[in-house]
């Protein structure tokens, strides 16, 4: 088993629309994890930061841009970028930073500014780029992969809109209580009906939208986190940041086809399911012994379909989990307590350090009315564009 | 005047009418099939890398699943702005012999209600948009007893 890392701090900036620049939103939401871990900024040893995209660079500056903002103090900077798996990826560098002993003290953060619209790839003429394809030859955008994926379901599973709908139905209830969420109404199932279709059968509100917002923690050994007098700590148990095995056959943004599996046979378990198995491995706890999940629900449909890759349920059972109650609050598995994308809307880089935010809050019984009763131990997965995995498990 | 026909990508798609294939290639070591094409090397990590040969892909499919784009997707793909948007289909199909699942956009007057997961579909010549010198030709599926 790999060691453990001590969450000692978290923060957020609120999500929204609020038209400023994504340093503003991550140097805040650094303040607040440093000041959750009763930290100054001149004693954090490293910093890691989530790039986006749309910050007028690409996001190799971003872990730099956040120090400047900080105040300059010459510590250890790396940046990453893997899409909507930056976020892990960031807190996956911290870790090995301190379990390695380089650094005690590690700042993660992600913010993000995002743009109005559909998500497009970079500007210019790319060929050879599949994310520049498929918009060229398809017209591709994320809510048609997310409508192909809710049609294949209800052909193969009987998953039906009104279950998308109360996906929404769900996480609009506990996006309502939670502070951070940029939705923050109770969302009807007859208001997701009467909502547009985006990509048949899709409605705009079973869409996740696109948001401001910035997430920051900070982790540190288990070591420091002892000398500074905090005895049970929220612990990081594991980061899954695994790649697909070939032949990956699940159709997945942004490609145009599959691998094909022709000459090999495909492994038993889906990308998105072997981003569970690498976490539980490492954790050495399996789906039974969680207490919530955070999972990223980029469409309604979508968050059913990581109910069955994270083992919650049988494949194919994800809406009957949901039917039984099990992902509500009170049920056996809560899934989404913070409100999910669908009450935060998604801030690419931040919401995988959110997510982490969320269990950390929960773990500490600090969720206020969105408290999970006794949470002991949570996952996040997500999935970044071009096979980057994303997971974390976290206990106390 | 008649205008270029041109292909959105050159090498994914040839011939005319019933000859009309999507192309892609196949390792000469482990048969594995890729498509879009792969020219570099193969990409079966427990292939030593064979001739990357360009074959013809299976002209028949069966749908695994559709939807549509009810909005006008962002640039690069060639909208006319001027033009009320009209939602197109898309349909991702699975090649049984090839064992892949290939996207595309529906034949056009092609709609959802008109598909279903499972239903066999054929790949057919269409165009992807038009200006005044050149018709940009690409590939559609439409289900098989449609005709044009
Ligand atoms: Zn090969």
Known sequence: MTGEVAVLGAGMHPWGKWGRSFVEYGAAAARAALADAGLEWRDVGSIVGAGTVRGGYPGYVAGATFAKALGWQGARVASVYAACASGAQAVDAARAQILSGLADVVLVVGADAAPKGFFRPAGGDRPDDPDWLRFRVLGATNPTYFGLYARRRMAVHGDTVEDFAQVKVKNSTMGALNPYARYRKRVTAEEVAASAVVAEPLRLLDICATSDGGAALVLSSMEFARRRGVDRPVRIRAVSTVTPQYPNTVLDLPDIATDSAVAVQPHPDTFRASIAKAAYEEADLGPEDLSLAEVYDLSTALELQWYEDLGLCAEGEGAKLLREGATSPGGRIPVNASGGLASFGEAVPAQAIAQVCELTWQLRQQAGDRQVAGARAGITANQGLFGHGSAVVAVR | ?148
């Open chain 2, 1 to 148: 005047m008649s205008r270029t026909h041109t292909p959105v990508v050159e090498g994914w798609f040839a011939g005319q009418g019933d000859d009309f294939r999507l192309l892609g290639t196949r390792c000469a070591a482990c048969a594995s099939v890729f498509f879009p094409r792969e020219d570099g090397h193969c990409r079966n990590p427990r292939c030593p890398g064979g001739d990357l040969e360009e074959i013809p892909l299976s002209r028949r499919a069966r749908i695994w699943s559709y939807t549509d784009s009810r909005y006008r997707p962002p640039s690069p793909y060639v909208t006319n702005p001027e033009l009320p948007w009209e939602p197109y289909t898309l349909i991702a199909a699975e090649l049984e012999a090839e064992r892949i699942v290939v996207l595309g956009q529906a034949a056009p007057g092609i709609s959802v209600a008109d598909l279903a997961v499972g239903m066999e579909v054929e790949v057919v010549p269409g165009a992807l948009h038009e200006d005044t010198e050149t018709v940009w030709t690409t590939w559609h599926w439409r289900p098989t007893g449609v005709e044009a």
